[in-house]
């Protein structure tokens, strides 16, 4: 089993940027794929980037160039850079622990909310 915490959100003007944290309760070289989701009001949840164990990582194109996912292992903790955020990047952003294809644990999610 896996509990994740995410934290950092928050409010900010648009252009700006925050830094989101997802920290596990095991050792995430023990886990396949972090990953970092979103949904904001009305959507479905979408994928917005993930790392995998070999530190492979890939984005959504539609945060490419403004986001980067990092993670330090010693802190069992993925982060999300985000920069460039936009309106609509505004969504409770969630993080993803996958263990197998049918095995993978949620955290409770962060609001971030991106306005003038």
């Known amino acids: 089993q896996v509990q994740l915490v995410e934290s950092g959100g928050g409010l900010v003007q648009p252009g700006g940027s925050l830094r989101l944290s997802c920290a596990a309760s095991r050792s995430i070289l023990d886990i396949n794929t972090m990953g970092w989701y979103r949904q904001a009001p009305g959507k479905q949840r979408e994928l917005v980037g993930t790392i995998i164990t070999d530190g492979r990582i890939n984005y959504a194109d539609s945060v490419k160039g403004r986001f980067t996912i990092s993670r330090d292992n010693a802190k069992n903790t993925v982060y999300l850079q985000m920069n460039s955020l936009k309106p609509e990047d505004t969504a409770v952003y969630y993080c993803?622990?996958?263990?197998?294809?049918?095995?993978?644990?949620w955290g409770k999610g962060t609001l971030v909310t991106v306005s003038s």
């Open positions: 993803n622990a996958r263990i197998t294809w049918s095995l993978d644990y």
